[in-house]
């Protein structure tokens, strides 16, 4: 994803917990000489980029390796801690038909701090 929105012109910065995936993904920045920050975070926390964003992405199959509702809603609440006023924070639920609608409802209400969903 990282490769497609930097082709695009966006400036793009992102991070996983998966060492391999981690590695594969600088070696794919630098193969194609793209200027993106990609770091390593521990599972289920958010790296301090010192940086504010003008939206973040989420990809669903990773988001899914949180285990437990407490700390999903806190590395949402991590993640939201970046961004500017009024940004978006999407998980992509690509893969999901049928339930799309469902996890972005609950996933907006527990990044918007109502903490009443299980996630």
């Not at 992102?14 to 600088?26: K, L, W």
């Not at 964003?53 to 407490?70: C, K, N, P, Q, T």
């Not at 801690?81 to 009024?86: A, E, Q």
């Not at 639920?93 to 109502?114: E, F, K």
């Amino acid at each position: 994803m990282m490769l497609a929105l930097a082709d695009s012109g966006l400036l793009v910065d992102g991070f996983d917990c998966c060492a391999p995936v981690f590695e594969s993904g600088q070696n794919a920045l630098s193969k194609h000489h793209i200027d993106a920050k990609l770091s390593y975070a521990p599972p289920s926390t958010v790296p301090r980029c010192g940086g504010r964003y003008h939206a973040v992405l989420v990809g669903f199959s990773g988001y899914m390796y949180i285990l437990g509702g407490a700390r999903r809603i806190r590395f949402l609440r991590d993640l939201h801690d970046f961004l500017n006023p009024g940004a978006p924070m999407m998980v992509l639920t690509g893969g999901l038909p049928g339930r799309q609608r469902i996890w972005t409802a609950r996933l907006g209400a527990q990044s918007a701090g109502s903490g009443e969903q299980n996630l």
